[in-house]
């Protein structure tokens, strides 16, 4: 593969960024999840308004940028009404310098998109025709981000998730008659799951023609509640080697089917890749709006409170509840390994160099040869043209990506 031919989605444009709106509310807590969360919508109007006066409070940021995509993540952001994400955009467009076309991506789940005819339910989320789609691709959502992770039943009890299989598959039956741009997130390694019924899962997908898939591994994280049932015996713990044997179907699967493995939980068809996240892992700044949001300027990192009443209460009173940090050089140096070794794209040695110094270039390749030996790592030109020089990953090295990034940094 020649790096060169992959090019990323926000090309060289320097002058844009992204904005990340978090809505922190689900219907239910899926057993895994340790995201910041309510599943109370008690506070949802007072919550819709604060993150307005938010994004309004902090238009000054990127003054001299231009929104290129705007991301709901969360939580649920399709438990949201139509009205209210259309507050939400407009208040970007009236507050920011907004791209011609920019990505607008949507995350939802499989059992708020089949609501697709007129019922009491879909009235009271402002609905104006007959389809859920018709409707977010009016008000300028252009991206669906859909949270099927299994179309096994055993695994969606497992994990506690709201939909069914039945649902998952009806809703990617009508969002792909409205929607190009889908994306999809899959789960491996879970308890259960064995690599013929993973291989069903991912050949689901494919069926639909769905051109992004992000792919995770089940993750067992402190004080969930798949944490406890672990500990307690009701449930195996994940088996490792099993999830690295299913990592590794994902990737050959996907890219006999056209899919390029573009970072180390993405797949995308060509010009399908995700903006908004491309952004994150090669250095793009970005406004995190929301409860626990993060936002980056390229040498500030700021995070909001990770309450609900308290990030209400601090808005109401025009008070931006961030705290910063300013990152070091080293800092700077770490993340960029860490989110390098994670694309296609990789770490380039010139720019190590040009950025950081040749200290932290000597550092890089004098911590990478044992993995460069051990074939984990690989040193290789951009292309046959370019004297750019990258380090990547290996194909045996991808699931390792993590731990080997770690050993790499400066201290």
């Known amino acids: 593969m020649i790096l060169s031919e992959i090019s990323s989605p926000l090309g060289r444009l320097g002058g844009a960024f992204g904005i990340y709106i978090h809505i922190p509310f689900c219907k239910q807590a899926c057993h895994y999840c340790d995201f910041h969360f309510s599943t109370s919508l008690n506070k949802k109007d007072a919550l819709v308004n604060a993150l307005a006066k938010e994004l309004v409070l902090r238009k000054d940021e990127f003054k001299n940028k231009t929104v290129e995509t705007i991301y709901f993540g969360g939580g649920t952001p399709s438990l949201l009404t139509i009205d209210e994400l259309r507050f939400l955009i407009d208040t970007v467009y009236k507050n920011y310098k907004v791209a011609e076309n920019p990505e607008i991506t949507l995350e939802a789940n499989p059992d708020d998109l089949i609501q697709s005819q ?152 060509p010009d399908y890749f995700s903006k908004n996240n491309s952004a994150y892992w090669q250095g793009k700044s970005y406004l995190g709006i929301g409860p626990s949001a993060h936002s980056f300027n390229g040498n500030e990192r700021g995070w909001n409170v990770r309450n609900n009443s308290k990030y209400i209460k601090s808005l109401e009173q025009d008070i931006l509840p961030i705290e910063t940090e300013t990152l070091s050089k080293t800092d700077k140096f770490n993340e960029y390994v860490m989110t390098g070794l994670r694309t296609v794209w990789g770490v380039s040695l010139e720019k190590v160099e040009q950025d950081f110094g040749k200290p932290f270039l000597e550092h890089l390749l004098k911590t990478s040869e044992k993995f460069v030996n051990l074939e984990l790592l690989s040193i290789s030109k951009l292309s046959e043209q370019s004297h750019e020089s990258v380090l990547t990953t290996t194909k045996k090295g991808k699931f390792l990506a993590d731990g080997i990034a770690s050993d790499l940094f400066m201290i």
């Open 118 to 269: 007129m019922s009491p339910r879909a009235q009271s989320r402002g609905l104006t025709r007959n389809s859920i789609f018709e409707n977010y691709l009016e008000i300028g959502i252009n991206r669906l981000s859909i949270g099927i992770q299994s179309f096994f039943e055993a695994d969606l009890k497992l994990m506690n998730r709201a939909h069914n299989a039945d649902e998952a598959k009806k809703c990617l039956q009508e969002a792909t008659k409205h929607f190009d741009n889908i994306s999809i997130d899959l789960i491996y390694g879970i308890p259960g799951l064995t690599n013929e019924n993973w291989i069903k899962n991912i050949e689901t997908v494919l069926g639909f023609n769905i051109p992004h898939i992000s792919s995770y591994a089940l993750t067992v994280e402190p004080k969930t509640a798949l944490d406890a049932f672990i500990k307690k015996g009701l449930i195996k713990n994940v088996d490792d080697d099993l999830a690295q044997q299913q990592f590794h179907i994902l990737i050959e699967v996907l890219e006999a089917s056209g899919f390029v493995h573009y970072e180390l939980s993405n797949f995308g068809k």
